[in-house]
């Protein structure tokens, strides 16, 4: 049998693999046909190209290359540098952007490259100096409310979890609640959406020195042209977190006040999701924090990853092609497909629907958990992840929600009469799923029943769904 080029590529290199490892080889080969043959629905992944894929195999993993473009702390790093400047290039044309760091290894990351690129702009203090001669392990709260302090007691102001915000912008289990003095806004109950003047209130009376903007499941665009106006007005730096939005910025179906890039003095993302290109994260800034900026490695980064910088560099090629434009266009005209399907079907649709890329559905209508929700569509093929609705009664690990996404489904194909379709696969798993209970009797919030039968049925549906629209259709492992 003849194979094309990509076919050739990856069938050789799970042969290189295999002759090492082989059970890692079949688990690639397992991950490819669990994905081809899935309803992907998690808003946060997507597929990237082949070539995207294969740049981030090669000799570029074996090098360090510590500093930035034409500053390394290690000779040999000629080629990296070119990489390296060619995904800071795209990414400051595509997203008209002034400077780009592309060396962040992931979202939380870049998070971490602009808090302390605005700390380090914006204060001075012998705190950091002292911090560094211990282990931030070591630290107890009484030493963090203290450098906290000593730093003028750093205040910042974010989405709430529930509401939709990520945990990296402030709160407690991460890193960024022990660097700041953490407040959230929310959503107006009645609507699910943000309301300004109460952002603007708060700000008022907490006086962070960040406001973030961004989310990770608020499925409505936000006004940067307003937070922007409201971080000026109490001397914020205004940041945005784009990372599940990034394609839709870049594929300009965000412009004007939804665009980010023009109203905040920094902007970090991830290089996946609606980007479509390899896990990573990037930071993109106004001139003047550019140089703080680029000192995210050693601040707080360890050695580039110049692997997957070559695969940015590619992705973001890819996504200034004409085409992307049309590909993030369709993301939500299939997501908003997706959300009236639900709609007619008698689903609860947090904020009624969806303008961007992820519907987010309360599940407590179906009598279930989010976490009993997600397993029970685990079982019939259809791949999701359980989320917090604002006010959850279940928490953040049981959840009242489910979080789902069109880039990946759009990425292969499926169009708006598919996305009705897939409706109708999740609300017959969901009004079919009923709660469990513990030994003693209890009502459990992780037990289900679901027919299997029925889940096998609904499975060979979805795979059936997805025939017409094979997953890399190029690569024959055979």
Same mark, same amino acid.
């Given at each position: ?111 971490? +490259? ?14 950091? =100096? =002292? ?49 700041? &003095? ?16 109460? +952002? ?20 409505? =665009? ?26 839709? +910025? ?6 004007? &006040? ?8 920094? +902007? ?64 939500? &005209? ?20 969806? &303008? ?100 096998? =049925? ?21």
């Amino acid at each position: 049998m003849s194979h094309n080029a990509e076919s050739t590529a990856f069938r050789s290199a799970l042969e290189v693999i295999r002759a090492v490892e082989p059970r890692v080889a079949d688990a690639i080969g397992a991950e490819l046909t669990d994905q081809r043959e899935s309803l992907k629905l998690i808003a946060s992944e997507n597929y990237a190209s082949p070539a995207t894929l294969l740049a981030m195999g090669n000799w570029f993993s074996d090098k360090y290359a510590e500093g930035t473009v034409g500053r390394r702390f290690y000779a040999g790093c000629q080629n990296v540098d070119t990489v390296e400047a060619l995904a800071a290039e795209h990414a400051r044309e595509l997203f008209g952007a002034a400077h780009a760091y592309v060396q962040p290894h992931s979202g939380i990351d870049a998070n971490l +490259v602009a808090f302390w690129a605005v700390l380090a702009d914006r204060v001075e203090s012998p705190a950091l =100096k =002292k911090a560094q001669v211990r282990q931030v392990n070591d630290l107890t709260e009484a030493d963090w409310f203290a450098l906290r302090r000593e730093l003028g007691n750093q205040r910042m102001l974010g989405m709430s979890l529930d509401a939709g915000g990520h945990l990296t912008h402030g709160f407690r289990p991460n890193i960024s609640g022990k660097m700041f &003095d953490q407040r959230s806004y929310g959503t107006d109950l009645a609507t699910g959406l943000i309301d300004y003047d109460r +952002v603007a209130e708060a700000a008022r009376e907490f006086k962070p020195l960040i406001l973030v903007g961004g989310y990770s499941a608020y499925p409505r =665009k936000v006004n940067f042209r307003i937070l922007r106006e409201i971080a000026d007005s109490v001397g914020a730096t205004f940041m945005v977190d784009m990372a599940h939005f990034a394609g839709l +910025v870049a594929g300009k179906v965000f412009t004007g &006040d939804f665009d980010p890039v023009p109203h905040a003095h920094i +902007v970090t993302t991830t290089t996946h999701k609606s980007l479509r290109g390899p896990r990573g994260g990037m930071v993109l800034c106004q001139p003047e924090l550019a140089d703080q900026v680029d000192r995210g490695c050693p601040m707080v980064l360890g050695g580039p990853l110049p692997h997957v910088m070559a695969a940015k560099a590619v992705a973001l090629a890819e996504a200034r092609r004409p085409d992307f434009a049309d590909y993030a266009q369709r993301i939500v &005209d299939n997501a908003q497909a997706l959300a009236e399907g639900l709609l007619r079907r008698g689903a609860t649709l947090v904020t009624g629907g969806t &303008d961007n890329h992820l519907v987010l559905i309360d599940v407590s209508g179906y009598g279930l958990t989010g976490r009993q929700a997600e397993q029970a569509l685990l079982d019939s093929g259809i791949v999701t992840n359980r989320n917090s609705v604002p006010q959850d009664p279940n928490g953040a690990w049981y959840t009242s929600g489910i979080r789902i996404g069109t880039p990946a489904l759009t990425t292969r194909g499926l169009g708006t009469a598919e996305m009705d379709q897939t409706a109708e696969l999740i609300h017959t798993v969901l009004t079919h799923t009923t709660a469990g209970a513990n030994a003693d009797g209890t009502p459990s919030k992780a037990k289900y029943t679901l027919d299997a039968d029925l889940a096998d =049925k609904i499975a060979r549906q979805a795979t059936d769904l997805l025939a017409p629209h094979p997953l890399y259709p190029a690569i024959d492992l055979a």
